[in-house]
């Protein structure tokens, strides 16, 4: 039904997405990483330094949970 990707029938499809993925988690890591050590830089290391970055971690999983939310609202016509 699909080709190649994103689903794939044979092992080396199936060995490639891992690759790939793992090579955008790795770089998804380093961007973190980079990112975390310019807010302390910018904040410093005192309390508002580590809130501030605990925050903009929980950050795209609290967008996530909020648009599933939304959707469901939307979409089931539940009010609120």
């Excluded at 793992?22 to 290391?45: C, N, T």
């Amino acid at each position: 039904m699909y080709g190649f990707l994103p689903c794939t029938n044979n092992i080396f499809g199936h060995l490639f997405l891992i690759m790939v993925y793992e090579y955008l988690l790795f770089h998804g890591e380093s961007y973190l990483v980079s990112g975390g050590e310019q807010i302390f830089k910018i904040l410093g290391p005192g309390i508002f330094g580590a809130s501030a970055f605990h925050i903009i971690g929980a950050l795209p999983e609290s967008l996530i949970l909020l648009g599933k939310f939304s959707y469901l609202i939307i979409h089931s016509k539940i009010y609120i």
